[in-house]
Nanobody, 125 residues
């Protein structure tokens, strides 16, 4: 399985961006069990959880720092997960990584099965 993320860019504080992540290759045997999500990593910091969504999209979890500003969603017909980001802050500046886990959602990067290549988001004040 390959994950490819799109949609990063450089914006000013308060702006919005939407990230997309497309799964390709030998896609999931049963997508209904596969949790997908987003993590981010800022310079000199560890990779941190941002948001995750369950296989059928019924359950979502967010980091406290993005709750109310970011929305995760997925379209299993397109093997795609999205991250709508609004009211962006300079603290959101990071490389954003798409992630997939065969056994469902997780906030722990050590439990992720597949990673995308990352897309840079830069928010200026």
């Amino acid at each position: 399985v390959q994950l490819q993320a799109f949609g990063g860019g450089a914006v000013q504080a308060g702006a919005a961006l939407r990230l997309s992540c497309v799964a390709s290759g030998k896609t999931f045997t049963n997508v209904g069990y596969v949790g997908m999500g987003w993590f981010r990593q800022a310079p000199m910091k560890e990779r941190e959880f941002v948001a995750t969504i369950s296989g059928l999209g019924r359950t979502t979890y967010y980091a406290d720092s993005v709750k109310g500003r970011f929305t995760i969603s997925r379209d299993n017909t397109k093997n795609t997960v999205y991250l709508q980001m609004t009211s962006l802050k300079p603290a959101d500046t990071a490389v954003y990584y798409c992630a997939a886990r065969n056994a469902g959602t997780s906030r722990d990067p050590n439990t992720i099965d597949y990673w995308g290549q990352g897309t840079q988001v830069t928010v200026s004040s």
